[in-house]
């Protein structure tokens, strides 16, 4: 992989939760491409995950996949155990695992009067937000958040040092409308950073975020592409409000990945969620 810049991770482990993403698995590639050993975890495609670890290792680089679940804490615990045996103690975590549910989403941008009736049963409005679905996606990207730091990084501030980077979003900032679980989920993992890199201050582990505008993955193509490839209403929207005018590309995260990794780039920065967004996040929408 062609990063835009190299930073020295020679030795370090590096774990990637949700690896087998889009995303993720770029972040992946890259910390592999500047010298670390990188885990990469999956549970529900561990295959994907395996694909990947192939892939780097096919480049020159050392890899690994880990299947585990990131809301199952002995899963994580009996993960963090094979790393250690294999590589060594987890350097960087990466939690990147998290996602949506549709029972945590409303089928239209506002309410309006008439579906207060409940006539149209193939609508879901604020009132028909299923619970266990609102739980499901709060799960996923909180506390697959939380509990794999907890399982990853004991030896990180045991030896004091190292280097936690979670996946939050833009809906942390400004939440979208149709998913309002999404939202407060992401919103719940800028709040855990800020939080945790208090936390961790006293024994060496920076805590940062890296907030994802916009960008093409197969969680999100559906919703913002037609079958043809042209874009579908709300991906209009989103580019209008989107002042670079176009969806961001998986290795323009690279850069902040990089320099949130390094404690040579970074090692006074703890505690920022920092947008990756084409300047979303600064446009009023006028």
Not at 146 to 155: D, K, S, V
Not at 222 to 234: A, H
Request: hydrophobic share 45%; with cysteine.
């Amino acid at each position: 992989m062609n990063v835009p810049f190299k930073v020295d991770l020679k030795n370090q482990v590096a774990l990637v939760t949700g690896g087998s993403g889009v995303l993720c698995s770029t972040l992946a590639q890259a910390l592999a491409a500047c010298g670390a050993k990188v885990v990469v975890t999956g549970n529900r495609r561990p295959e994907a995950a395996e694909t990947v670890a192939a892939e780097i290792c096919k480049t020159g680089g050392t890899a690994i996949s880990v299947t585990c679940n990131v809301l199952d804490k002995e899963s994580l615990v009996a993960a963090n155990e094979k790393v250690k045996q294999e590589l060594g103690p987890v350097d960087i975590l990466i939690n990147g695992a998290g996602g949506n549910n549709p029972k945590g989403t409303t089928s239209l941008e506002h309410l309006r009067k008439e579906d207060l009736s409940g006539a149209a049963k193939d609508l879901t409005t604020f009132y028909d937000l299923d619970p266990k679905g609102v739980e499901a996606v709060f799960n996923l990207n909180f506390l697959g958040t939380l509990l794999p730091t907890q399982a990853f990084t004991r030896e990180m501030a045991a030896k004091g040092k190292g280097t936690v980077i979670n996946i939050s979003s833009m809906n942390a900032f400004r939440p979208l409308t149709k998913i309002p679980a999404y939202s407060g989920a992401k919103a719940a993992v800028s709040n855990f950073t800020l939080w945790l890199a208090v936390h961790f201050s006293k024994v060496g582990v920076r805590v940062n975020a890296i907030a994802p505008g916009f960008f093409l993955t197969d969680q999100n193509r559906t919703l913002l592409t037609k079958p043809d490839g042209s874009l579908t209403p709300r991906a209009n929207t989103i580019l209008a409000h989107t002042p670079m005018g176009r969806f961001g590309a998986p290795l323009e995260l690279v850069g902040v990945l990089l320099w949130l990794a390094s404690a040579d780039a970074s090692g006074f920065v703890t505690g920022v969620v920092i947008p990756v967004d084409g300047g979303f996040a600064a446009f009023s929408g006028v």
